[in-house]
């Protein structure tokens, strides 16, 4: 019988061709970067990969997904075309939004990507009124909000966990736990032992996971993915996760003690799961060295393509401003 709690090798393996994509883009992000070929601050997600690539296997191409400026294993784990993404992080023509959205505001509507921001906290209540749109259409879309444990601390998380409930709204509220908000420990801003707690307060069905875990991860989301897609509302899901890369890129990680930095790179999601893939016979070595390899040179051909894309013309600053019709 096959076990429903467990994802399948086809689904593994997907869950680790995205998260081997997020890791070859964040190296490669953080090159071009150092090169001088690209002019960006830069909030990687190296260590958080099998979150969003364990939850977007569960999810369906028209479904929201939501995120911050940490973003990138998000958007590539939800499936952006990797040409037009690139030219966006680098700000081209080509991009996605013309190159005029940046790193911090990556949106593709085709690839269920409707909202990127900086402003911590400000994707949830966001979420909700995508996920009212999906309830009013009955369109059975699922809306899955990504935002940190620094997040869980500001009004909006709060007001929208709180309505969210209230309306049966579907949405997923994923708090990507990563134990620090900037440089600031968990414990020195936050007064909830667990965010997952904070579910109870507001009526809601929690779930906490380790994120790094490829099955917890997975079978967590599924949970609250099905329970929001049957009608039964939202979820609070807690990942529990680690960056590797501090805050942003030039952040010497001087306040993170020896013993957590230690302790975390022996958890190390991504060779964690290349091993474990392996060891369980979902996987030779060959076939996992193949997925790297493809998604290098995918990778490749779309830095190549954002390089030779020209900047946004000047013609492009008024556009797109407003939404047509709006008679301004
Ligand atoms: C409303 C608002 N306040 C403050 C900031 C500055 N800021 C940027 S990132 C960040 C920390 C957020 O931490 P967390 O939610 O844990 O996300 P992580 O960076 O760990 O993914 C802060 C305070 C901001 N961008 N927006
Ligand atoms: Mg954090």
């Not at 191409?61 to 075309?81: F, M």
């Not at 500001?154 to 708090?175: D, K, M």
């Not at 599924?222 to 996760?241: C, F, M, S, V, Y």
């Amino acid at each position: 019988m096959t076990d429903t709690n467990a994802p399948d090798t086809a689904t593994l393996l997907e869950i680790y061709r995205k998260a081997t994509l997020i890791k070859i883009a964040d190296d490669r992000f953080i090159e071009l970067i150092k090169a001088g070929q690209i002019a960006s601050p830069y909030y990687s997600p190296r260590g958080q990969e099998l979150v969003p690539s364990a939850i977007s296997v569960n999810l369906r191409a028209d479904d929201y997904v939501i995120t911050t400026y940490r973003g990138i294993h998000d958007q590539l784990a939800k499936g952006i075309p990797l040409k037009p993404f690139v030219a966006e992080f680098m700000g081209r023509a080509t991009g996605t939004c013309k190159g005029k959205g940046g790193p911090m505001h990556i949106t593709h509507m085709a690839s269920g990507l409707p909202v990127t921001t900086g402003v911590v906290g400000s994707g949830l209540p966001i979420a909700n009124g995508l996920a009212w749109a999906s309830l009013l259409k009955k369109t059975g879309q699922v809306t899955v909000v990504n935002f940190g444990d620094g997040a869980s601390n500001i009004g909006a998380f709060h007001e929208a966990l709180n309505l969210a409930s209230v309306w049966n709204l579907p949405v997923v509220f994923v708090c990507q736990n990563n134990g620090y908000a900037e440089h600031t420990k968990y414990e020195y801003g936050t007064g909830a032992r667990d965010i997952v707690d904070r579910a109870i307060g507001y009526g809601m069905h929690g779930i906490q996971c380790n994120g790094n875990d490829v099955v917890e991860m997975w079978s967590a989301a599924r949970e609250a993915i099905e329970r929001a897609r049957n009608g039964q509302g939202p979820t609070l899901l807690e990942a529990k996760t680690f960056r590797f890369r501090g805050h942003l890129l030039g952040d010497d990680g001087h306040y993170i003690s020896k013993d957590i930095m230690q302790a975390a790179v022996a958890a190390d999601p991504m060779p964690l799961l290349r091993a474990w893939l392996c060891e369980q016979g979902h996987a030779s070595e060959e076939q996992l060295q193949a997925i790297e390899d493809t998604n290098r040179e995918q990778f490749e051909e779309a830095v190549q393509f954002g390089l030779n894309s020209p900047p946004p013309d000047v013609s492009e600053l008024t556009k797109d401003v407003f939404a047509e019709g709006a008679g301004v």
